[in-house]
Protein backbone atom coordinates (compact mmCIF):
# COMPACT_ATOMS: atom_id res chain seq x y z
CA UNK A 1 0.00 0.00 0.00
CA UNK A 2 1.33 3.40 -0.80
CA UNK A 3 1.80 6.23 1.66
CA UNK A 4 -1.02 8.19 0.14
CA UNK A 5 -3.30 5.11 0.65
CA UNK A 6 -2.03 4.53 4.11
CA UNK A 7 -2.40 8.42 4.56
CA UNK A 8 -6.44 7.75 3.23
CA UNK A 9 -7.02 5.42 5.19
CA UNK A 10 -5.73 6.29 8.41
CA UNK A 11 -7.48 9.59 9.18
CA UNK A 12 -10.73 8.36 7.81
CA UNK A 13 -12.20 8.57 11.17
CA UNK A 14 -11.12 12.45 11.21
CA UNK A 15 -12.12 13.15 7.32
CA UNK A 16 -16.05 11.65 8.45
CA UNK A 17 -15.88 14.54 11.19
CA UNK A 18 -15.36 16.76 8.67
CA UNK A 19 -17.68 15.41 6.03
CA UNK A 20 -20.48 15.98 8.69
CA UNK A 21 -20.32 19.26 9.61
CA UNK A 22 -23.83 20.42 9.63
CA UNK A 23 -22.66 23.22 7.39
CA UNK A 24 -21.33 21.04 4.87
CA UNK A 25 -24.27 18.49 4.77
CA UNK A 26 -26.84 21.51 4.61
CA UNK A 27 -24.80 22.71 1.34
CA UNK A 28 -24.93 19.69 -0.57
CA UNK A 29 -28.45 19.21 0.31
CA UNK A 30 -29.11 22.84 -0.65
CA UNK A 31 -29.78 24.23 2.41
CA UNK A 32 -27.87 27.40 2.65
CA UNK A 33 -28.29 31.09 2.95
CA UNK A 34 -26.06 33.75 1.73
CA UNK A 35 -24.72 34.70 4.91
CA UNK A 36 -22.99 31.06 6.22
CA UNK A 37 -21.82 31.18 2.41
CA UNK A 38 -20.44 34.66 3.08
CA UNK A 39 -19.54 33.25 6.17
CA UNK A 40 -17.36 30.67 4.76
CA UNK A 41 -16.04 32.44 2.78
CA UNK A 42 -14.19 34.48 5.17
CA UNK A 43 -13.16 32.16 7.35
CA UNK A 44 -11.75 30.85 4.23
CA UNK A 45 -9.52 33.71 3.26
CA UNK A 46 -8.65 34.00 6.95
CA UNK A 47 -6.46 30.75 5.34
CA UNK A 48 -5.49 30.62 2.27
CA UNK A 49 -4.11 33.91 2.72
CA UNK A 50 -1.29 32.07 4.45
CA UNK A 51 -0.99 29.01 1.90
CA UNK A 52 2.00 31.12 0.01
CA UNK A 53 4.14 32.20 3.07
CA UNK A 54 3.90 29.02 4.57
CA UNK A 55 4.71 27.24 1.68
CA UNK A 56 7.89 29.93 1.78
CA UNK A 57 8.56 29.18 5.14
CA UNK A 58 8.31 25.11 4.67
CA UNK A 59 11.02 25.66 1.10
CA UNK A 60 13.33 27.33 3.11
CA UNK A 61 13.85 24.49 6.37
CA UNK A 62 13.96 21.47 3.88
CA UNK A 63 17.05 19.62 4.60
CA UNK A 64 19.69 18.78 2.28
CA UNK A 65 18.25 15.33 1.53
CA UNK A 66 14.99 16.45 0.23
CA UNK A 67 16.11 19.54 -1.81
CA UNK A 68 14.65 17.59 -4.88
CA UNK A 69 11.33 18.74 -2.88
CA UNK A 70 12.17 22.26 -3.77
CA UNK A 71 10.66 22.34 -7.33
CA UNK A 72 7.79 20.71 -6.39
CA UNK A 73 7.19 23.40 -3.39
CA UNK A 74 7.88 26.44 -6.11
CA UNK A 75 5.33 24.48 -8.82
CA UNK A 76 3.03 24.57 -5.76
CA UNK A 77 3.42 27.85 -4.77
CA UNK A 78 3.46 29.79 -8.34
CA UNK A 79 -0.32 28.25 -8.51
CA UNK A 80 -1.40 29.61 -4.97
CA UNK A 81 -0.80 33.33 -5.66
CA UNK A 82 -3.44 35.85 -5.44
CA UNK A 83 -5.89 32.92 -4.37
CA UNK A 84 -6.77 35.06 -1.22
CA UNK A 85 -7.81 37.57 -3.80
CA UNK A 86 -10.46 35.58 -5.27
CA UNK A 87 -11.96 34.98 -2.26
CA UNK A 88 -12.34 39.17 -1.32
CA UNK A 89 -13.99 39.11 -4.79
CA UNK A 90 -16.68 36.34 -4.63
CA UNK A 91 -17.43 37.69 -1.26
CA UNK A 92 -18.12 41.37 -3.26
CA UNK A 93 -20.27 39.22 -6.17
CA UNK A 94 -22.12 37.58 -3.02
CA UNK A 95 -22.91 40.95 -1.76
CA UNK A 96 -20.86 41.18 1.27
CA UNK A 97 -18.53 43.65 2.69
CA UNK A 98 -14.87 42.31 1.52
CA UNK A 99 -13.39 45.45 3.40
CA UNK A 100 -14.89 44.23 6.72
CA UNK A 101 -13.44 40.34 5.77
CA UNK A 102 -9.89 41.79 5.94
CA UNK A 103 -10.45 43.52 8.72
CA UNK A 104 -12.11 40.90 10.74
CA UNK A 105 -10.25 38.25 13.15
CA UNK A 106 -10.77 34.45 12.09
CA UNK A 107 -12.80 31.75 14.27
CA UNK A 108 -10.77 30.18 16.85
CA UNK A 109 -10.63 26.85 14.95
CA UNK A 110 -9.32 28.60 11.56
CA UNK A 111 -6.80 31.08 13.85
CA UNK A 112 -5.85 27.30 15.35
CA UNK A 113 -5.62 25.67 11.77
CA UNK A 114 -3.53 28.34 10.75
CA UNK A 115 -1.35 28.28 13.81
CA UNK A 116 -1.25 24.00 13.96
CA UNK A 117 0.57 24.41 10.02
CA UNK A 118 3.01 27.29 10.93
CA UNK A 119 4.23 25.17 13.78
CA UNK A 120 4.50 21.93 11.85
CA UNK A 121 6.73 24.03 9.55
CA UNK A 122 8.80 25.96 11.84
CA UNK A 123 8.90 23.57 15.05
CA UNK A 124 8.61 20.42 13.87
CA UNK A 125 9.22 19.13 10.44
CA UNK A 126 9.02 21.08 7.34
CA UNK A 127 7.38 18.20 5.44
CA UNK A 128 3.82 17.89 7.41
CA UNK A 129 3.10 20.69 5.41
CA UNK A 130 1.86 18.02 3.29
CA UNK A 131 -0.58 17.19 5.78
CA UNK A 132 -2.70 20.28 4.91
CA UNK A 133 -2.09 20.07 1.40
CA UNK A 134 -3.34 16.45 1.25
CA UNK A 135 -6.91 17.18 3.61
CA UNK A 136 -7.66 20.65 2.11
CA UNK A 137 -7.03 19.98 -1.71
CA UNK A 138 -8.52 16.01 -1.11
CA UNK A 139 -11.29 17.89 0.41
CA UNK A 140 -12.02 20.51 -2.27
CA UNK A 141 -11.76 17.74 -5.03
CA UNK A 142 -14.32 15.83 -3.47
CA UNK A 143 -16.95 18.41 -2.70
CA UNK A 144 -16.20 22.01 -4.32
CA UNK A 145 -17.75 21.80 -7.64
CA UNK A 146 -20.68 19.53 -6.58
CA UNK A 147 -20.81 22.35 -3.38
CA UNK A 148 -20.48 25.37 -5.56
CA UNK A 149 -23.91 24.11 -8.08
CA UNK A 150 -25.83 23.57 -5.19
CA UNK A 151 -25.32 26.62 -3.41
CA UNK A 152 -25.62 28.76 -6.65
CA UNK A 153 -28.69 26.93 -7.79
CA UNK A 154 -30.19 27.52 -3.96
CA UNK A 155 -29.28 31.23 -4.01
CA UNK A 156 -29.43 32.22 -7.34
CA UNK A 157 -26.05 34.07 -7.21
CA UNK A 158 -23.61 35.16 -10.23
CA UNK A 159 -21.04 32.72 -11.40
CA UNK A 160 -18.30 35.47 -10.44
CA UNK A 161 -19.53 35.05 -6.94
CA UNK A 162 -17.63 31.44 -6.84
CA UNK A 163 -14.24 31.55 -8.67
CA UNK A 164 -12.68 30.33 -5.52
CA UNK A 165 -14.60 27.10 -5.53
CA UNK A 166 -15.25 26.31 -9.10
CA UNK A 167 -11.41 27.43 -9.66
CA UNK A 168 -9.64 25.02 -6.86
CA UNK A 169 -12.08 22.18 -7.87
CA UNK A 170 -10.76 22.23 -11.17
CA UNK A 171 -6.90 22.64 -9.79
CA UNK A 172 -7.05 20.39 -6.51
CA UNK A 173 -7.37 17.54 -8.99
CA UNK A 174 -3.98 18.23 -10.42
CA UNK A 175 -2.66 18.97 -7.07
CA UNK A 176 -3.87 15.64 -5.60
CA UNK A 177 -1.82 13.69 -8.39
CA UNK A 178 0.90 15.54 -8.32
CA UNK A 179 0.32 15.56 -3.88
CA UNK A 180 0.21 11.39 -4.55
CA UNK A 181 4.00 11.53 -6.60
CA UNK A 182 5.93 13.73 -3.69
CA UNK A 183 4.40 10.63 -0.81
CA UNK A 184 5.63 8.24 -2.99
CA UNK A 185 9.50 9.23 -2.98
CA UNK A 186 9.14 9.97 0.59
CA UNK A 187 10.48 6.67 2.64
CA UNK A 188 11.58 8.56 5.82
CA UNK A 189 9.01 7.23 8.49
CA UNK A 190 9.89 10.22 10.70
CA UNK A 191 8.40 12.44 7.38
CA UNK A 192 5.56 10.52 6.98
CA UNK A 193 4.35 10.78 11.05
CA UNK A 194 4.76 14.12 10.75
CA UNK A 195 2.08 14.74 7.70
CA UNK A 196 -0.26 11.97 9.79
CA UNK A 197 -0.08 14.08 12.72
CA UNK A 198 -0.55 17.34 10.78
CA UNK A 199 -3.54 16.15 8.70
CA UNK A 200 -5.43 14.49 11.31
CA UNK A 201 -5.39 18.16 13.45
CA UNK A 202 -6.15 19.72 10.03
CA UNK A 203 -9.33 17.49 9.70
CA UNK A 204 -10.76 18.18 13.08
CA UNK A 205 -9.73 22.28 13.15
CA UNK A 206 -11.40 22.75 9.66
CA UNK A 207 -14.39 20.46 10.51
CA UNK A 208 -14.74 22.74 13.96
CA UNK A 209 -14.46 25.70 11.65
CA UNK A 210 -17.32 24.29 9.88
CA UNK A 211 -19.38 24.26 12.84
CA UNK A 212 -18.49 27.62 14.10
CA UNK A 213 -19.68 29.32 11.15
CA UNK A 214 -23.07 30.39 12.07
CA UNK A 215 -21.12 32.74 14.85
CA UNK A 216 -19.90 34.25 11.90
CA UNK A 217 -21.24 37.74 10.49
CA UNK A 218 -20.43 39.41 7.28
CA UNK A 219 -21.58 42.72 6.46
CA UNK A 220 -23.62 43.23 3.65
CA UNK A 221 -23.18 45.91 0.96
CA UNK A 222 -26.07 48.04 0.23
CA UNK A 223 -27.27 48.42 -3.68
CA UNK A 224 -25.11 50.99 -4.29
CA UNK A 225 -22.20 49.31 -3.00
CA UNK A 226 -22.88 46.18 -4.61
CA UNK A 227 -23.00 48.22 -8.15
CA UNK A 228 -19.60 49.84 -7.14
CA UNK A 229 -17.91 46.71 -5.79
Excluded at 32 to 52: C, K, N
Excluded at 147 to 166: G, K, V
Excluded at 184 to 194: G, N, R, V
Aim: proline share 4%; net charge negative; aromatic share 8%.
Amino acid sequence: MSFYDRLTESTRREREFLLTAPAIEDALAGRITRERYLAFLSQAWHHVRHTVPLLMAAGSRLPPRLAWMQRDMIHYLEEEVGHDGWILDDIRAAGGDADAVRASTPLPATDALVACVYDTVQRRNPVGIFGMVFVLEGTSVALALNAADRIQATLDLPDAAFTYLRSHGTLDQEHVMDLQSILAKLTDQADHASILQCARVMYWLYGQMFRGLDDVRVPLLDAAARKRA
